[in-house]
């Protein structure tokens, strides 16, 4: 669940892409009272970076309210 601001979705995007992750898909709600939720589909790949400390940088970014993993592979 990320906040609705300008920029934000592309903040966590650029995140992802530091980590060499490849972005499979991206799928957001319509956002209910400033709220939306995202989901990722994430291909870790062989150059990808730590995953936990991708994760904690993602929870760390402002707007970001929550974060899961849904399915591993």
Do not use: F, W
């Not at 920029?7 to 995007?13: I, K, Q, R, V, Y």
């Not at 898909?25 to 062989?46: K, M, R």
């Amino acid at each position: 669940q990320i906040s609705d601001e300008m920029g934000l979705l592309s903040e966590l995007l650029a995140v992802v892409a530091k980590y060499h992750a490849n972005i499979l898909t991206i799928h957001q709600s319509i956002p209910v009272n400033n709220i939306a939720n995202i989901s990722l589909s994430i291909e870790v790949l062989e150059g990808t970076g730590n995953i936990t400390k991708l994760l904690d940088e993602i929870k760390s970014c402002e707007g970001v309210y929550e974060v899961k993993i849904l399915a591993r592979e």
